[in-house]
């Protein structure tokens, strides 16, 4: 499993988007069950509260998750995408932490 955004990975045949909107030309593998909710992703782009971000982000969607469901249900294969820069704030690295931290695996950005 690997992380990646639109515009590098969007047209691998391996592609998943965890973004709560792909771009219109995507036509990729979408998994919502991971997407930030609206609110969050707005109030994020106010206040630049990463912290804030993150806790919300577990308690609205990873605590409901259980990390080797999803995992199997992505595929080991599978390249999570959203929309941010490699390096920049993304909850793509909140997902590959929480599933590294979880099942002992190493997820790496595509750069």
């Known amino acids: 499993m690997k992380t ?3 515009r590098l990975s969007g047209n691998n045949p391996n592609a ?5 909107r792909a771009p219109s030309w ?3 593998r979408e998994y919502k069950k991971l ?3 609206y609110w969050l992703l707005l109030k994020y782009k106010k206040d630049k509260d990463s912290n804030f971000y993150i806790t919300h ?3 609205d969607i990873l605590n409901k998750l259980d ?5 199997n ?3 080991k294969d599978a390249i999570l995408l959203c929309w941010e820069k490699p390096g920049n704030f993304c909850h793509r690295h909140i997902v590959s932490q929480w599933l590294s931290k979880n099942l002992g695996i190493k997820i790496q950005e595509i750069v």
């Open 4 to 6: 990646s955004n639109f």
């Open 16 to 20: 998943v988007s965890i973004a709560a």
């Open 26 to 28: 995507y036509k990729g």
């Open 35 to 37: 997407a930030p909710k």
């Open 57 to 59: 982000y577990y308690e």
């Open 67 to 71: 990390p080797q469901k999803t995992f």
């Open 73 to 75: 249900e992505l595929g």
